[in-house]
C-alpha cells in the first residue's frame, strides 16, 4: 500500500512573508483557510504543520499569494509598502479600547484610529508606539515582577530590541503585542534572580490588600501568572493568550483555571473573573510607575548596538593579529624531535666515599695484625 505524497510547504518564515505581502492578517488567512488565528501563528512560527484539508487549501493559498505578488519588490512599491507599514504601526498603538471596560491601567492612550501619518519617519512611528504603549507595559511588568526598576528595564529592553528590528516590528500586524511578548520575556527571566540589586525585595504597596493581592501573584509560577495577566487583566482572548505564551489552548486553560482557583483560595473575594480583572487593574495602577521618554530609549538601543560592532571588530582584529604572529614565528621545516633516553648496560656503578661497614672494619683489622708478620717489605733507598 502506498501513501499519496503531501504537498509541499515553504519554509514558517516564508509563509509569513507571503501573507504580509499580500497585506493580509492572520483572522483574514485563517478565514479563507478555514482555521482559527491562533492556528496560522503557529503554522507560521514552525510550532505545528497543517495535514490533511487544511493543508491543501492552506498550500493552495499561498500558492496563490505567490503568484500574485510576483511584482510586489518593484522599486515603485516600496515606498506605498513602507507608508502602509508606517499607518499600521501607528493606528494598532493609538485605537481606542473597543467598549470591553478595560480599565486605563491596561489600556493605550485613546486617539483618533482613522487618522493617517504618511509622513511620519521610522524614529517618529517608533516615538508614537513607545509613548503610547510603554506606560501600560510597565504596570503589566510591575504585576509580573513586583519589582518596579525591574519593570522599566524589561519595557526599555523591549523598546531597544524593537528598535534593532524595526523593519521586521513595523510589518508586524500587533506590533503591540510584539513588544509586549518582549517585555514579558525579559522580565520573566529566570537569570535576574543572581543580579545583586534584585536579590532585596522592593518596598510593598501601601493598601493591605494590594499587597495581598500582589504576594498572591508572585507566588504562582511564572507560565500561569503570564496566562492570568493575559486573559484577566488584558482582556485577550483564550487562542491569542496561547499564542502568545507558546502553549497549547488546552494547556492555557488549565494554567488560567489553576491561577485563578489559587487567588480564590486565598483572596476570596476575587473569585469572580470581573473582580480579579478590576482589582488588578487598580493594583496596576497603584504603582505610579514612570517609563523614560522615547528619545532616550532609542539612544540607548543605538549606543549598545555600536558597542557590540566595536567589540565584534576589535575581537576580530585581536584574531588577525594572533593568527599573523602565530604565522611569523612558527618553524617552516621538519625538525625531528629528540629521542629519548636509552638505558646502557655492562657499566658498573659509580662508588662514592662513605663510612666503612662492619665486614669491612674487621678486614682492615686483621689485615694491620697480620702485616708485621709477614715477609719483609722492600723499600726503595736512594743513592
Known sequence: MTRSPTTPLPPPGERRRLRETASLTRPQLAKRVGVRPGTVRAWESGRSTPHGRNREAYAKLLADLAEGTADAGTPESVPVRREKEVTAVVTVC???PG???????FAQAPSPASASFPDLT?????DALYSFCAPALVRQAYLLTGRRTLARESVERAFQLAWDRWPEVARDPDPAGWVRAAAYEWALSPWHRFRRRHRQPEPPPPEEDDRALLEVLLRLPPPYRRTLLLYDGLGLGLPETAAETEASTRATAGRLTYARETVAARLPDLSDPRELHRRLAELASAGRLRAAEPPVVRGG???RA???TRAAVAFTVALIGTTALTLRTAPTRYEPPVPPGETVRGVPPRVAP???SEEERELRTRLRKE???GPERLAPQAR
Request: hydrophobic share 35%; no cysteine; glycine share 12%.
Open 94 to 96: 493609538l485605537d481606542k
Open 99 to 105: 467598549g470591553d471596560g478595560r480599565p486605563e491601567a
Open 122 to 126: 521610522p524614529a517618529q512611528a517608533f
Open 301 to 303: 538601543s543605538e549606543r
Open 306 to 308: 555600536r558597542f557590540w
Open 354 to 356: 662513605g663510612p666503612l
Open 371 to 373: 702485616l708485621p708478620r
